[in-house]
């Protein structure tokens, strides 16, 4: 009654009643909000009653009225008290609910991801078995744009290699790029199967595949259960496209380890022949020792698998080779030392030393007017083997270094390059300096525990400066020295 009695204090109580939910929302923790707000609205409630009482013509009449109304109006504000309780309950349900199907998503991501690594057919069907496992499904399948690449579960037997076509319902999840959802139907080759959750798998924003998920009962497929399904669909979204990312680098490196184990340098080979040629007449037994270290080295660039690792002293073997047919080339211009400790022993990739080696002699020391140096070392220091070519020719430029660092050198000049990769790839970060100088060291130094990368620079100083071999880790002062770790 807007001109009653309780019109007035009804309206206070009101304004209080809404200030002090306000307060209540902001200051009260969401856990304690049923309990003080079940004590706010009995508060209310009570100077509801005051408010009638005094604001009543009479004071018998305010009495008359508040004995009627109070208790059932107090009760109802705990009433009110217990529903938000309810809300609350069911908020919080959702929210654990929610958790619990991204830590499965999760759980099924840590499960599979080694499964992802080398992704084939086999892996595949793991990882669909895995999904089927955690979500209690009947069945999981994986497919791409045409075929089905992985089925596990109810109906398996209805999937041969040789018609693994994907259904009608998939093709239009694929093409519409649209989340399916078939809750009271029948599979495409099983008829058991009632329930289905078609999600479209995507790389790069384009549609490549679907993660398919099936039961046998009819309205199976929630909501909770498709948000699960969706999430964890990116997440074998990524890691397809990962797994596709290092598939193509991996092949990258092969190609690029074998384009250089296959590399003869034609130059280098017309040059060979020209000395062979040249010894034939002059020294006879040069020459047949030159075509048996051409022999040799050729079959060893040939017989080398895939960034095999090998024992040192074989790629020594190919390196000496390598060096008896350039020494013949080059006469008196090219002195070689070698730093070699007679009880080294380590494994190494391939064609990991033949490239600095090459790359001294062509780029170091041919340029030079006068006689050049390249001192090979190979030390054992401590528990770590240390590699090292060293030239006294004119240096490097440092476009050249820019080059390299930059991924950015010719593809018919890999050798360096090449090195550069797999030495970052195996022993960590490969550092080279932005000067240019008279004399340039490449070392590795590896252990069992951890591996160095290295490359020393020396500064233009005479010959006779210089030390005619380098024993371990000792360098000359005047010997600049870069190492990342």
């Not at 009101?14 to 079940?38: D, E, F, T, Y």
């Not at 924003?205 to 199976?220: D, E, F, P, Q, S």
Request: charged fraction near 20%; proline fraction near 4%; charge should be positive.
């Amino acid at each position: 009654d807007i001109d009653g009695v309780t019109a007035i204090p009804c309206f206070i109580t009101s304004i209080v009643a809404g200030l002090l939910s306000g307060l209540i929302n902001r200051k009260v923790p969401k856990a304690q909000r049923w309990k003080i707000g079940i004590l706010a609205g009995m508060l209310c409630e009570t100077l509801t009653m005051i408010l009638v009482v005094f604001w009543a013509p009479s004071f018998s009449l305010g009495i008359d009225i508040v004995s009627k109304i109070g208790i059932p109006m107090i009760l109802g504000s705990v009433c009110i008290g217990f529903i938000v309780l309810l809300v609350q309950s069911v908020e919080g349900e959702k929210e654990a609910s929610a958790a619990r199907q991204a830590k499965l998503a999760l759980d099924i991501a840590n499960k599979t991801l080694p499964l992802f690594r080398h992704v084939n057919s086999e892996s595949l069907r793991q990882v669909c078995d895995i999904i089927r496992r955690d979500i209690n499904a009947d069945a999981v399948a994986i497919t791409t744009t045409d075929r089905v690449l992985a089925y596990v579960g109810f109906g398996e037997s209805n999937y041969h290699d040789s018609d693994n076509d994907i259904s009608p319902t998939t093709r239009q999840a694929i093409e519409s790029g649209k989340i399916i959802i078939k809750n009271n139907d029948e599979a495409y080759r099983t008829p058991e199967i009632h329930s289905m959750l078609v999600i479209p798998l995507r790389e790069k924003g384009v549609v490549t595949g679907t993660l398919k998920i099936y039961y046998c009962h009819a309205h199976r497929i929630t909501s909770s259960l498709q948000e699960m399904a969706v999430g964890l669909s990116q997440i074998i979204s990524t890691q397809l496209e990962v797994s596709r990312a290092e598939q193509l680098r991996e092949m990258a490196n092969k190609a690029e380890l074998r384009a250089l184990q296959s590399k003869i340098n034609p130059h280098f080979l017309f040059n060979a022949l020209n000395a062979i040629s040249s010894s034939i007449r002059m020294n006879p037994d040069t020459a047949r020792q030159l075509i048996f270290n051409l022999s040799r080295y050729l079959r060893y660039n040939i017989e080398l698998k895939d960034d095999e690792q090998i024992d040192i002293k074989r790629e020594l073997y190919q390196i000496k080779d390598y060096i008896a047919i350039e020494q013949a080339r080059f006469g008196d211009k090219l002195t070689v030392i070698y730093d070699i400790d007679d009880e080294v022993s380590c494994v190494i990739p391939s064609l990991l030393i033949q490239p600095l080696v090459e790359n001294a002699i062509v780029h170091g020391i041919q340029p030079c007017k006068g006689k050049g140096v390249v001192t090979l070392g190979i030390n054992e220091c401590g528990n770590r083997v240390r590699i090292s070519v060293r030239d006294t020719g004119n240096g490097i430029d440092p476009a050249v270094v820019a080059r390299v660092e930059a991924d950015e050198m010719p593809g018919n000049k890999i050798g360096l390059l090449n090195v550069h990769h797999r030495v970052k790839l195996l022993y960590g970060e490969y550092v080279v300096p932005h000067k240019m100088y008279v004399r340039v060291t490449y070392a590795i130094s590896m252990s069992p525990e951890k591996l160095w990368a290295e490359k020393r620079a020396t500064v233009a100083r005479p010959l006779s400066r210089f030390p005619a071999r380098i024993h371990g880790l000792y360098f000359p002062q005047h010997v600049r020295v870069l190492l990342i770790r």
